[in-house]
């Protein structure tokens, strides 16, 4: 369980006058919105940093070195693996559905079906709930299709494994090599 913070301590004493204290209050909560926003940009920067050296420069020093894997003085072993990203783009989705179910694999494709009905349109709802309840009581209503990139990513490796040819750019898929860090483990 964790403990409550204090806030208390972050805002000046202002005695008993109640409405300096929600006025000092709202400061500060506006000044840790402003933390936090900042904060989220220092995650993302810092992310975007990490990306880069794993995907971008240890593969490049990696393979200027004529090495896939090597363990450093410090103990941590850097290997380089292919990795498979995919996520169809938004422009390419029938086309990438399309191939998906024709080549057998559409059962990796999600369905969601949402209803948009007009103002007003309340009984109408109603029946449509009413309908698709009598065909599956535990149904929500809404068609949406997509794929979780995890699941196409593995999907691609899969096939590419076998030798499949498929169509990377209208999956939006791609292979590159990245590199694994990792601290070695003791012999026991």
Known sequence: ??????????????????????????LTCQAQEAAVVA????????????KELKERTLPELMTAAGQKEITTADNLVVKLEEVVRASIPADRQQEGFSWLRDNG??????????????KGGDELARLIVEHVHSLS???????????????????????????????????????????????????A
């Open 137 to 187: 009581p535990s149904a929500l209503v809404a068609l949406k299709e997509s794929v979780h990139a995890g699941t196409l990513a593995s999907l691609v490796r899969e096939l590419l494994a076998g030798g499949a040819d498929i169509p990377m750019e209208v999956l939006g898929a791609h292979v590159m090599t990245a590199a694994k860090v990792t601290v070695k483990k003791k012999k």
């Open 1 to 26: 369980m964790t403990e409550a913070y204090d806030y208390s301590t972050d805002i000046a004493p202002v005695g008993d006058n109640l409405l300096m204290q929600i006025a000092a209050t709202a």
């Open 39 to 50: 904060a989220e940009a220092a995650l993302d920067t810092e992310k975007r940093k990490l």
């Open 105 to 118: 694999h559409g059962g990796v494709i999600k369905n969601q079906l949402t209803v948009e009905i007009p």
